[in-house]
């Protein structure tokens, strides 16, 4: 089987709910549990720092000698005794000596603390570590009592904010605040692994995710065709993987490329039946209908804004994957045509409905709106070429999908229509964009 195919039948298998789902939520739920768990152990631990260096700080006001002074006397010894071994044979034993000595240092200086009456492991680890390289430091114009004490001096000031001092040297220090990160970062992963269980058309074979809104197709040998109104034989095709916008592109995606136009271009591709607030300003669609998708532009529209958001118009081929799957389904959710299903004329409305609208009808790779709502432009010519630019103002390209007031066996993933691409800005005519992959 060829690596195209497997990737195929991982991605359908997924596609199928089942006992994987089930066992991601549990982990969700578990992790969701543990994480809240660990936020609330974080915030004790937090707590009790706090409380801790209050206490400490009131306890060493006036106290003699002071904390500086005796934490002074008692490395001073500790590393003069340091000193009087013999010098390490090479660099790497010099490197471990460093660490055992600063090691030894700061058990003695948490020691002192601890006796001192500073009562919470983080902030004995913080402060033996802060001492210890303090003493170590090639000694500058001050003693190292002095030096021990401007290093101490925020720790004791009243009015240095404790929320600094634990951002900035006991969160890191912190077991809860590794414990909480740990919990946290199994959350997300949780999290993620449902979403893909749940959505795995949002993701790559790899593990990441698509691009915002859009789905992934996987590469392959699918069956087009055959297709009515414009009809086409059946046949295969071979396919790269590619990405496709999950929705049609809304009138609120279009405002926002108009919107970032020269002012001297943004009139020739708004939608004509627009209109300006007041009469005055640039025209827009009803505010009712941003999520609605947009409507009379011609495929050079179409193009221009694909290629504003750093996407592509699909093929023809590519469309029809996308809406009827390996299975060569006749509709994006059966061989059957369903009632209810799709926006068309069977639905009543006599307008567009919203992109997100219709997620029973979704394709089966959970592509919404591939029947009915709005014809969609693709880049292919009537005989098949793909485009990159148009031809000609009459240049016939395909349009597929059907839309809100095509009957039923006009919707769906078989029939196929042409529109003149330079000048045809139907009300019922949209589009989405495709992507490559990187």
């Keep these: 089987m060829s690596l195209a195919a497997l990737t195929l039948l991982f991605f359908t298998t997924a596609l199928r709910p089942g006992g994987d789902e089930q066992s991601a939520l549990q982990h969700y739920k578990a992790a969701s549990k543990a994480q809240e768990e660990a936020l609330a152990d974080l915030e004790r631990a ?34 003069a005794q340091q000193q009087e071994r013999p010098a390490p044979a090479d660099a790497k ?32 680890d913080a402060l033996g570590d802060l001492i210890a390289h303090e ?13 021990c004490a401007q290093a101490l001096a925020p720790w004791l000031a009243a009015d240095r904010g404790f929320e600094l001092l634990w951002n900035e040297s006991l969160y890191a220090r912190s077991e809860s605040a590794k414990s909480f990160k740990a919990k946290y970062d199994d959350y997300v992963a949780a999290g993620v692994e449902l979403d893909r269980v749940r959505h ?13 809104n859009m789905v992934y197709v ?10 009515n109104g414009f009809d086409r034989k059946k046949k295969n095709v071979t396919l790269r993987p590619f990405l496709l916008d999950r929705c049609e592109t809304s009138n609120a995606d279009y405002v926002a490329f108009l919107d970032a136009l020269p002012p001297d271009q943004r009139e020739a591709h708004t939608p004509r039946h627009w209109a300006a607030d007041g009469g005055a300003g640039p025209r827009r669609p009803p505010a009712d209908k941003l999520d609605h998708p947009v409507v009379g532009v011609t495929w050079r529209d179409a193009d221009a804004y694909a290629k504003f958001v750093n996407k592509r118009l699909p093929t023809e081929d590519e469309w029809e994957v996308a809406c009827r799957g390996k299975e ?27 992109v997100t609208a219709y997620e029973e009808g979704a394709s089966p790779f959970k592509v919404l709106n591939m029947a009915g709502n709005v014809q969609e432009w693709t880049c292919s010519l009537e005989e098949g070429d793909t485009i990159l630019d148009l031809p000609s103002n009459i240049a016939p390209v ?10 039923g066996e006009n919707v769906g ?25 990187k």
């Design 135 to 147: 003493a170590t430091a090639k000694p500058g114009k001050d003693d190292l009592a002095t030096r």
């Design 200 to 212: 795995p058309e949002f993701y790559l074979p790899g593990g990441a995710k698509t691009r915002p």
């Design 328 to 354: 060569g389904l006749s509709y994006p959710w059966g061989d059957q045509y369903v009632k209810g299903k799709c926006n068309d004329a069977l639905a009543g409305l006599g307008t567009t409905a919203p």
């Design 46 to 79: 937090y707590a009790h720092a706090e409380e801790a260096l209050a206490a400490f700080r009131s306890q060493e006001k006036g106290k003699s000698p002071t904390a500086a002074q005796r934490l002074a006397e008692v490395t001073s010894a500790l590393v």
């Design 398 to 407: 395909i349009v597929r999908g059907g839309h809100f007031l095509s009957p």
């Design 413 to 437: 993933g078989k029939f196929r229509w042409v529109a003149p691409g330079g000048s045809s800005r139907e009300l019922y005519l949209g589009f989405r964009c495709a992507a490559d992959l």
């Design 93 to 124: 034993e010099a490197r471990a000596r460093r660490r055992a000595d600063l090691d030894e240092l700061g058990r003695a200086i948490r020691a002192e603390l601890a006796v001192r009456g500073l009562a919470d492991d983080t902030l004995l």
């Design 218 to 227: 996987p590469g392959g040998t699918y069956t087009v065709g055959p297709d």
